[in-house]
């Protein structure tokens, strides 16, 4: 039997990812297991910078390191808003933010804190929506060293 004493459980503040993170939860109190939230910020996609995003300073331009920062800031603060109303207080919780593609990211970081388990919603996508967008899930699954216990959507949504 596998000895589970640090479970990771990604969130993107989306109703499975917080019903995910609620069985996280539960098993890191059975278990008396650290539990990782871990929320990624994805870059924003630009085949190329229209003049509105540059980093040069010209009047009206965005900034994108800022910008960054800005997004970063935002997840943070939801993901403190998401520790106090959904982990128990009994937990130590380890919030993490990391930038730059999800499923990558999520393997990156099982492995660097050795993480016994991996618990993640699935949102369910399918026909062109799971071909366009893919799935952080299936990739995590196929490409990661530890169990991944995959939380499905609940069906009355």
């Not at 917080?18 to 109190?29: G, W």
């Not at 970081?109 to 071909?131: N, P, S």
């Not at 366009?132 to 959507?153: D, M, N």
Request: glycine content about 4%.
């Amino acid at each position: 039997m596998i000895k589970i004493k640090k479970i990771l459980c990604p969130t993107d503040f989306s109703t499975p990812s917080i019903e995910a993170l609620k069985i996280a939860n539960d098993m890191a109190l059975s278990y008396s297991a650290k539990l990782y939230i871990v929320n990624i910020v994805t870059p924003v996609p630009l085949l190329s910078a229209p003049p509105a995003f540059t980093t040069s300073g010209i009047p009206g331009s965005i900034d994108l390191v800022a910008y960054r920062k800005s997004l970063e800031e935002s997840a943070k603060t939801e993901l403190e808003k998401l520790l106090k109303k959904s982990v128990s207080k009994k937990i130590k919780a380890v919030p993490i933010i990391a930038y730059g593609d999800a499923a990558e990211q999520i393997l990156n970081i099982a492995d660097k804190e050795k993480i016994d388990l991996v618990v993640i919603a699935t949102h369910g996508r399918t026909g062109w929506k799971h071909f366009v967008f893919g799935s952080v899930a299936e990739k995590v699954i196929r490409l990661a060293k530890q169990p991944v216990l995959t939380i499905r959507k609940p069906n009355n949504q």
